[in-house]
Every structure is written in C-alpha cells, then in structure tokens.
C-alpha cells in the first residue's frame, strides 16, 4: 500500500511534533518512520540508507552510541538530519 503525498507529510509531520515534545525518543522516532512512512522492513530500510542492519536494530532500540553520520542516514530520507535546537528556559 502506497501513501498520498498528503498522508504520508502528515505522517512525518506528526513523529516530528512527538520527537520535538519529547513524547517519543529517537529509536522510537526512527521505527515509526520506517514503518509508518516507509512500509520498509529492517533489512530493506537499513539498505536504502546504506547502514548496517544491526546499527538500524540498535537505533531503533535506543541502544548502542550510534555516529551522527548513522542517525543523519535514517533520518535523511524524510529530509531531517540531526542539529542542535535552542530549549526554553525552565526557571
């Protein structure tokens, strides 16, 4: 099954938003990506971004200390790449 183009940017839109509140981690941020965006299987999206499977299984997992080399290859099909972001203040 294929997403329209409007389906699948609010798809992106909406991990982006739970990524950015902190509702989801990155692993987290990753897997629905692949799943819900991409319809891919591990080994199929981990081959796409020209990363090793088990790197994709150790992202996906919060686990490992991965290169921002890695996060920025499963990130970059959705036109993400990892950054630095400036936080409110909590006084």
């Known amino acids: 099954m294929t997403l329209s183009i409007d389906v699948r940017q609010?798809?992106?839109q909406s991990i982006e938003d739970d990524l950015a509140?902190?509702?989801i981690t990155l692993g987290e941020a990753v897997k629905r990506f692949r799943v819900d965006v991409t319809q891919l299987q591990q080994t199929q999206y981990a081959?796409?971004?020209k990363i090793s499977v088990r790197t994709l299984i150790q992202i996906e997992?919060?686990?490992g200390n991965p290169t921002l080399?890695?996060?920025n290859a499963?990130?970059?099909p959705f036109g993400l790449q990892m950054g630095v972001v400036r936080r409110p203040r909590k006084f």
């Open 10 to 12: 609010a798809k992106i």
């Open 21 to 23: 509140q902190g509702k």
């Open 47 to 49: 081959r796409m971004c």
């Open 61 to 63: 997992h919060d686990e």
């Open 69 to 71: 080399k890695s996060l």
């Open 74 to 76: 499963v990130f970059k």
